[in-house]
């Protein structure tokens, strides 16, 4: 399994901006999105389930944040709205097991990214 992030940069605080996740095969599972700030530790941001495209947001990106996948290119997204300097972090993509439940744990997923860099200034 590979996933392979893209689409970080360094942005002001108000701004889009949109990460996708190369995802081959991985259609039948459960997806995520996590970020670690510097000196921080890991945090879930969303996910997204396999099936009935059932997704879930962390309080503090709820509103502003929308989880997506396009199985028939292998892509998973974030699209991240209204963005803060609080949201400055390595953005991770995480996989879980084939029909696997989706949610807020890291015991959820078994593979990960490499991350890719979200800087967001005031």
């Not at 997204?77 to 949610?103: S, W």
């Amino acid at each position: 399994v590979q996933l392979v992030e893209s689409g970080g940069k360094m942005v002001q605080a108000g701004d889009s901006l949109r990460l996708s996740c190369l995802a081959s095969g991985l259609t039948d599972h459960p997806m995520a999105w996590f970020r670690q700030a510097l000196g921080k530790e890991q945090e879930f941001v969303a996910s997204i389930s396999w099936g009935l495209v059932m997704t879930d947001y962390a309080d503090s990106v709820k509103g502003r944040f929308i989880v997506s996948r396009d199985n028939a290119k292998s892509m998973l997204f974030l699209q991240m709205n209204g963005l803060r300097p609080e949201d400055t972090a390595i953005y991770y993509c995480a996989a879980g097991p084939r029909y696997g439940v989706h949610g807020s744990s890291r015991e959820f997923y078994d593979d990960w990214g490499q991350g890719t860099q979200v800087t967001v200034s005031s």
